[in-house]
């Protein structure tokens, strides 16, 4: 048995392979996704980076970061709660 090698094309947005019915004109869509821009990578998003300078912004992101690494503070992150520090350590029993 021979093998074939068929050159086709390959989204960059939502990685489908095709080949055309006819190889004269390079594809203006993608026939899955429909995306106009299938022959470029997504670009990626640029993010600002935001340096806290006060020290009570220092401190509120210690103690984000302190919730985040505690199972309790985690749950109550992922329930949607407003949750302080003091109530955290309440509930852990370090208070």
Avoid: N
């Amino acid at each position: 048995m021979a093998k074939i090698t068929l050159a086709g094309y390959r989204c960059e947005r939502c990685a489908h392979e095709w080949v055309p019915r006819e190889a004269t004109d390079e594809p203006k869509v993608c026939p899955k996704c429909k995306s106009p821009y299938w022959d470029r990578p997504r670009a990626q998003p640029k993010t600002p980076q935001v340096v806290p300078t006060s020290p009570l912004a220092k401190q509120m992101q210690g103690d984000k970061a302190f919730l985040e690494g505690t199972r309790e503070g985690q749950r109550q992150i992922k329930a949607g709660h407003r949750t302080s520090l003091s109530d955290v350590k309440r509930s852990l029993g370090d208070a």
